[in-house]
């Protein structure tokens, strides 16, 4: 096996495992997320495990290289579906369950299907849910730095993750 054929390359390649410094800011200024002060983030490249907006961007860059990326709703969460919001009774919550704005939550349909919602109100007669992401509609703005790149493991390629950065099992 010629596992060590990228070893030299540190360009953000296809099963490349990308170390990324980076922070995440919305049109308004406000920062959502950010790698500062934290480990930075490992990932792999090219199995859409970030944004396809963002991957692009990433692909063919160096190690200790910075760049601005920005990301339209459609390479990113999506666009804001209006009708993906719904009023859903109280009981069908536990008694015990602390609903509070902003929150995450899963619901299963009857087939099983499971969706991702979030809490927009709690009001006596239900709880409004948001069933789009919280960041749909949103232009995105990355600073994005690579601070590392090395082939992905053959465990790696085929979980489909990287396994640095805590992630074990
Ligand atoms: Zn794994």
């Given at each position: 096996?010629?596992?060590?054929?990228?070893?030299?390359?540190?360009?953000v390649?296809k099963d490349s495992v990308v170390?990324?410094?980076?922070?995440?800011?919305?049109?308004?200024?406000?920062?959502?997320?950010?790698?500062?002060?934290?480990?930075?983030?490992d990932y792999l490249h090219g199995h859409g495990q970030l944004?396809?907006?963002?991957e692009?961007?990433?692909?063919?860059?160096?190690?200790?290289?910075?760049?601005?990326?920005?990301?339209?709703?459609?390479?990113?969460?999506?666009?804001?579906?209006?009708?993906?919001?719904?009023?859903?009774?109280?009981?069908?919550?536990?008694?015990?369950?602390?609903?509070?704005?902003?929150?995450?939550?899963?619901?299963?349909?009857?087939?099983?299907?499971?969706?991702?919602?979030?809490?927009?109100?709690?009001?006596?007669?239900?709880?409004?849910?948001?069933?789009?992401?919280?960041?749909?509609?949103?232009?995105?703005?990355?600073?994005?730095?690579?601070?590392?790149?090395r082939p992905a493991t053959?465990e790696e390629l085929a979980h489909g993750h990287a396994h640095s950065?805590?992630h074990?099992?």
């Amino acid at each position: 096996m010629a596992e060590n054929q990228n070893a030299e390359s540190k360009k953000v390649e296809k099963d490349s495992v990308v170390s990324l410094d980076y922070t995440l800011t919305l049109d308004d200024g406000q920062v959502v997320d950010s790698s500062q002060g934290r480990e930075p983030l490992d990932y792999l490249h090219g199995h859409g495990q970030l944004i396809a907006g963002l991957e692009k961007e990433l692909q063919g860059m160096e190690v200790g290289e910075e760049k601005e990326v920005t990301v339209a709703p459609g390479e990113g969460y999506g666009e804001r579906d209006p009708n993906a919001v719904e009023v859903v009774p109280l009981d069908i919550f536990p008694a015990d369950m602390e609903l509070t704005p902003g929150m995450g939550i899963q619901l299963q349909d009857g087939s099983g299907q499971v969706f991702q919602a979030y809490v927009v109100e709690v009001r006596p007669d239900g709880v409004v849910l948001d069933f789009n992401h919280p960041l749909a509609g949103q232009t995105l703005h990355f600073n994005v730095k690579v601070v590392g790149v090395r082939p992905a493991t053959e465990e790696e390629l085929a979980h489909g993750h990287a396994h640095s950065g805590g992630h074990e099992h």
